[in-house]
């Protein structure tokens, strides 16, 4: 049985966009190299060799060429074209010379905005757990740009590490085109978008994955996050997915590491948008654990995060409850046991020091 999307072979859309990402990345390679978009070493961040950024242009050139071939034009279409191209372009400047975190949170707003009020994308409807919850005017559009510049700025946050926010986007745009496939809903705006961006974030990681030869900078990360949030709205008003558990379920680690942050933050008399080396993955490497490795297990968790979204589609509820309940144990452990809330090892450094002077 051939896979199709508005006529065209799902794995050719795939194919296609893959291989011009793949493809295009030499070239914004040797761009980001010229405006001097480099990404320099420091003590906060994992490479040891300036390294081009900005590879996100790759990422969006192939979504470019994927919606001109495979998808078809309409408001809510053009919203996310102009949507996206706004998050882009504030990713570029970002990327050649840093832009301040208001001008980034307002610019992000505007593109929320056109998404919200010129395409009339919103959650305006959820069904959770047999509760029926309606969003009236003007509830529902608030909801919804949060929601959009939320998740923007959490798949932003998770781009310490080679390959990994292009390797978590590209798990969470299967899945959705997974569970599409499940319900027999391929036909919708999310499950084309989604095998574009499939297809455009693995051409990229390609290059991306460790040791990665390009990153994709706030150009891509922002780019795939409001991508990502824009597909989950369009799932709720084209009912692909049925509930609010399912994207937050996909995005749980994207989602934990941004709330942990901004209570880490907040603990410690930061600004929420003050960077650190306290995310997920910076655990991880504490622990001992190399780049690749750590990459691998997020994915792998991230993996099980998404086959609780699938077994929830598939009518095992109780299943799906049950393993994601269990890895939010597991995860809330990590919480306990590592400084990405709280910072044990200082407050044994602190202990030890008054030891010695007794």
């Known amino acids: 049985m051939k896979l199709m999307v508005n006529g065209h072979n799902v794995f050719m859309i795939i194919f296609v966009t893959f291989l011009t990402s793949a493809l295009l990345v030499p070239l914004v390679k040797k761009a980001a190299e010229h405006v001097g978009a480099m990404d320099i070493p420091n003590a906060r961040k994992a490479h040891t060799v300036p390294t081009p950024r900005m590879g996100g242009l790759a990422i969006f050139g192939a979504f470019l060429l994927g919606y001109m071939l495979f998808a078809r034009m309409s408001i809510q279409m053009l919203s996310i074209l102009i949507g996206g191209f706004i998050v882009v372009l504030t990713g570029v400047f970002d990327d050649v ?16 905005c056109i998404v ?13 757990l047999g509760i029926n919850i309606d969003f009236p005017v003007p509830l529902n ?3 919804s740009i949060i929601f959009i510049v939320g998740i923007t700025n959490a798949i932003n ?29 391929m036909q919708g705006l999310d499950t084309i978008l989604s ?50 558990i399912i994207p937050i379920v996909i995005l749980a680690i994207p989602i934990f590491d941004t709330a942990l942050a901004i209570f880490r933050r907040l603990i410690k008399g930061e600004k929420i948008t003050a960077p650190d080396k ?81």
């Open 157 to 185: 946050l998770i781009d310490g590490l080679d390959g990994l926010a292009s390797g978590v986007s590209s798990i969470y745009f299967a899945t959705i085109a997974i569970i599409a496939f499940i319900i027999n809903k």
């Open 195 to 244: 095998l574009i961006m499939l297809g455009s974030t693995l051409g990229f990681l390609l290059h991306n994955f460790h040791p990665a030869k390009i990153f994709m900078g706030d150009t891509g990360s922002l780019f795939l996050g409001f991508t990502i949030s824009v597909i989950a709205l369009l799932g709720f008003k084209a009912t692909t997915l049925t509930s609010l």
């Open 97 to 112: 010379k840093p832009v301040s975190a208001k001008v980034k949170f307002l610019l992000q707003i505007v593109a929320a």
């Open 116 to 128: 919200v009020f010129y395409g009339k994308i919103s959650l305006n409807h959820i069904d959770m």
């Open 278 to 358: 306290d995310h997920f993955h910076h655990q991880l490497l504490k622990m001992k654990f190399g780049v690749r490795s750590t990459v691998l297990i997020i994915y792998a968790i991230n993996i099980l995060f998404a086959s609780v979204s699938i077994f929830f589609v598939l009518g095992d509820s109780k299943m799906a409850i049950a393993i994601y309940v269990v890895l939010m144990l597991l995860l809330l452990f990590l919480v306990l046991k590592t400084d990405i809330l709280f910072n044990h090892h200082k407050e044994e450094t602190n202990v030890k020091e008054k030891k010695s002077k007794k």
């Open 141 to 143: 559009y608030i909801i």
